[in-house]
């Protein structure tokens, strides 16, 4: 299985498994069932903001914890390569083209709304490779639980910006508009990204020792962050 | 546990907090409801569902509700109801209210109780006391 993983075409296929098990196989039929509750239905008159970020944390919460749990377990080769979180990144969010997009196709052409849903989920698509990066460089940093958090509160923050558009009726470019400011953000990030991984991080720099006898070639201090 | 993983937590719980106490005063019965009434009435609307009385239903209706709702359109929630089974009791209420392009409703949360299922409907009023508002799940 080591060997298939290393594959870019089984990075790929294991983002999109990433976010079939993390949301159609389990929150999506957990939230099915509590919304069918009296009380989940009190709570959206009742607190509708607060039940927005509950149910936005959550997304963040299963897909980035899913994502951790596929990188921790099931990634190979695990390097300081861009290649595997864009991939498994792309993957991710393709599944959830499929997921959501796919059938209501038909009905977007009809009544000519393909090209703003396109939009969206190319902004959708981006994010997720973002979420991605941050991911893999929390084991790249060997901060993963602190880089795993910041991932499920961002993902809740753009699925909160989502919740409070339907709540209080923006306009849908105003919200596209919204999300492309926040991939704006992803992607300086994701360049940064990958333009750090050049430089191996502190953590995994070996000093150099002088031999017995001669000065030292590579100082430590001139290591560069 | 480090300083920052600690505020970050606080953060978290803060803006849940925030997002409560944001919408609860929202949630409260305006004036000129009564809660009781509004209670009898949503269990008043069940009883005409469950036989089928669309007429009485339009009759009781506002004018919006009855645009979007006509006796015709009534049939399409029996024919939903048909898989539910025989009614056997509405189990729990709660009244509440709730403001929509700044008119004031009363929402009735009904939990009924079918042989197969169980269903909870959302049933809003007017301040006429007029159906305005009809949803089931």
Request: with cysteine.
């Amino acid at each position: 299985m080591k060997r298939i993983a290393q594959n870019p075409f089984a990075w790929f296929v294991l983002g999109m498994l990433c976010f079939l098990i993390s949301q159609p196989l389990i929150r999506i039929p957990l939230l099915g069932a509590a919304a069918q509750t009296m009380q989940f239905t009190i709570w959206q008159i009742r607190y509708p903001i607060g039940l927005i970020i509950v149910i936005a944390l959550s997304a963040g919460l299963f897909e980035e914890t899913a994502r951790w749990l596929f990188r921790r377990f099931l990634l190979w080769p695990r390097d300081n390569g861009a290649a595997q979180p864009l991939i498994f990144g792309l993957g991710h969010g393709f599944m959830e083209v499929l997921y959501f997009f796919v059938p209501a196709w038909t009905m977007m052409l009809a009544s000519g709304s393909w090209s703003l849903a396109l939009t969206e989920r190319a902004l959708a698509m981006i994010a997720h490779v973002f979420f991605t990066f941050l991911i893999w460089d929390g084991f790249r940093r060997q901060k993963p639980f602190r880089y795993w958090l910041i991932a499920v509160l961002l993902h809740g923050l753009i699925d909160i910006l989502a919740g409070l558009s339907g709540l209080y009726r923006w306009s849908v470019w105003q919200t596209e508009g919204l999300f492309a400011i926040y991939d704006i953000f992803a992607i300086i990030y994701i360049v940064w990204s990958v333009r750090n991984r050049k430089r191996p991080p502190a953590e995994e720099f070996e000093p150099s020792y002088p031999e017995a006898g001669k000065t030292s070639g590579v100082a430590f201090d001139e290591r560069d962050e | 546990m480090k300083l920052r993983g600690i505020i970050l937590i606080a953060l978290l719980l803060g803006v849940l907090m925030l997002g409560g106490a944001c919408a609860s005063d929202s949630a409260k019965l305006a004036e000129g409801f009564d809660a009781d009434r509004v209670e009898e009435s949503a269990v008043k609307v069940i009883d005409l569902l469950n036989r089928q009385d669309s007429a009485a239903l339009v009759d009781m209706s506002d004018d919006t509700m009855k645009g979007v709702m006509p006796e015709a359109k009534y049939q399409e929630v029996y024919d939903m109801m048909k898989e539910w089974g025989a009614f056997k009791a509405n189990e729990k209420t709660e009244v509440m209210g709730q403001q929509s392009n700044g008119v004031d409703y009363a929402v009735a949360i009904v939990k009924s109780k079918y042989e197969k299922k169980n269903a909870v409907w959302t049933i809003s009023f007017d301040k006429e006391m007029r159906l305005a508002g009809l949803f089931v799940k």
